[in-house]
């Protein structure tokens, strides 16, 4: 069974650029979500998915960051424009639903989408 | 707000030495908490979640709510468990499930 996959796994752009981050998550996980560790500080959440729907998305930085998951599958994290304070690895994750005891809690990973802006 | 405070960024100790990694929190509710761990060129993987009251490749944790500690222990450690390690906090009852805090990790060292 394939894992969650990103893409792509470094990216290096400069200050006011774009960058468009993918994830696809494991086929039939209907939970995705999107965390970041900025270099020295710890993994922090950025958003939560449920199939299509938003549920959570507190942890997003700002309005240059905008994430979708059109028809519940596979996301992007789109930041524009970016600046120096974006850089760091991008993680994707995902979950089974609520309901799926033999995992519940376990959040899978994907390797993350390093982003260096220059 | 909810907080996972884990002291140590480096921990070394000798191959078949205890080992112990710490972890505090802080949190009001219900929490659930977890070990995930990232070996070398792998990606962040669960090591173990304190609901299942297990011990995965000879780790364990006990949560001790007096303390609000979770502190992963193994009585011997080995090379291959050199690794980051992250502790983890969730909040059972929340709208969003699987939002983690994470600490903000432990990089283990283990020499031979």
């Known amino acids: 069974e394939a894992g969650v996959t990103q893409f792509p796994s470094h990216s290096v752009i400069e200050k006011g650029q774009t960058v468009t981050l993918r994830c696809d998550p494991i086929?039939?996980?209907?939970?995705l979500y999107w965390y970041r560790r900025v270099m020295g500080k710890e993994i922090k959440f950025l958003l939560h998915?449920?199939?299509?729907?938003?549920?959570?998305e507190s942890g997003m930085p700002n309005n240059r960051f905008l994430a979708e998951r059109t028809g519940g599958t596979y996301s992007t994290l789109k930041v524009q424009p970016a600046e120096l304070e974006d850089s760091g690895v991008y993680f994707c994750?995902?979950?089974?639903?609520?309901?799926?005891?033999?995992?519940?809690?376990?959040?899978?990973f994907g390797e993350g989408s390093r982003l260096t802006v220059l | 707000a909810q907080r996972v405070t884990q002291p140590e960024k480096l921990l070394s100790v000798f191959k078949g030495a205890p080992v112990e990694l710490k972890c505090n929190y802080s949190?009001?509710?219900?929490?659930?908490l977890f070990w995930y761990v990232q070996y070398s060129r792998q990606r962040l993987q669960l090591l173990l979640r304190?609901?299942s009251r297990e011990s995965i490749k000879g780790f364990t944790a006990d949560l001790n709510k007096g303390e609000t500690s979770f502190h992963l222990k193994k009585p011997f450690a080995q090379e291959e468990d050199s690794a980051m390690y992250y502790c983890?906090?969730?909040?059972?009852?929340?709208?969003?499930?699987?939002?983690?805090?994470f600490g903000q990790g432990t990089i283990l060292t283990v020499h031979p």
């Open positions: 994750a995902s979950s089974p639903g609520r309901k799926a005891r033999s995992s519940e809690g376990e959040l899978f």
């Open positions: 086929s039939g996980h209907d939970n």
């Open positions: 998915f449920v199939k299509e729907s938003k549920q959570d």
């Open positions: 949190y009001s509710g219900s929490p659930e």
């Open positions: 304190h609901i």
């Open positions: 983890a906090l969730m909040d059972a009852g929340g709208t969003s499930y699987g939002k983690l805090t």
